[in-house]
């Protein structure tokens, strides 16, 4: 899809069921610690049992699903430890990726960040695949093919938790404002300035979020300290 996520190499119900959690999440339908019912997906997506648990197995695997010994399969609880580990090491990744990025970087890899940050801005509403689609770009700039597959993961890994926080559009000028910084750095093809806008957009996204998680009770009391994700 948009934000680069490529699963087909999972299998047709592996997807569908993956697409069922991320769109039952986003829609409301599933929350945080819900159920999935083997049963239910057999007959949404007319098939047998046995690729449905194998894709459920699959899923728990990857991280998206989690076995409950007498509950079962369940969409995993928000942890707001769980996804500062996550943006902890995203941080690190998104700072060398800048900081590759600024070598190889064209005018025309330029035009596209800036029309991507724009189309941030006009949104106006949550929208994460455009803001993957932009860092994804970045990744893709420098040399180094593993970052964006890192990134790729780390995003799958943490999306289903971004829907659980409630998303503040006042947020959305600063991001853009962070965006068009570290654009200018690599414009200027200078790395160290890319690789620390990064960090600075990292450590306001990581209070953005530290903060949504106290707001929502996902925190236990050790995490509410430190500063994780910013240097």
Do not use: W
């Amino acid at each position: 899809g948009e934000s680069g996520m490529d699963l087909t190499s999972k299998g047709t119900i592996y997807n569908l069921i993956f697409e069922e959690i991320r769109e039952g999440i986003k829609e409301g339908r599933y929350k945080s610690g819900d159920k999935i019912k083997e049963i239910d997906l057999c007959h949404k997506f007319n098939v047998s049992r046995t690729p449905i648990r194998e894709a459920l197995r699959q899923l728990q695997i990857d991280g998206f699903l989690v076995h409950v010994p007498q509950k079962g399969v369940q969409i995993p609880k928000l942890e707001g430890n769980q996804m500062l580990n996550f943006q902890e090491i995203r941080v690190e990744l998104e700072k060398l990726s800048a900081y590759n990025a600024a070598f190889e970087a064209t005018p025309d890899d330029i035009k596209k960040l800036r029309e991507l940050n724009q189309c941030v801005l006009q949104q106006g509403e949550y929208r994460p695949d455009l803001d993957e689609t932009f860092h994804l770009t970045i990744a893709g700039i420098g040399k180094n093919p593993y970052i964006k597959e890192l990134l790729s993961n780390l995003y799958l890994r943490s999306s289903l938790f971004g829907y659980f926080l409630p998303f503040k559009a006042e947020r959305i000028p600063h991001t853009y404002k962070e965006h068009e910084d570290i654009i200018s750095a690599l414009e200027s093809n200078d790395a160290e300035l890319a690789k620390k806008y990064m960090d600075v957009h990292f450590y306001c996204s990581t209070a953005s979020i530290k903060q949504k998680l106290i707001n929502v009770g996902a925190m236990s009391d050790e995490a509410h300290g430190g500063n994780q994700g910013g240097k």
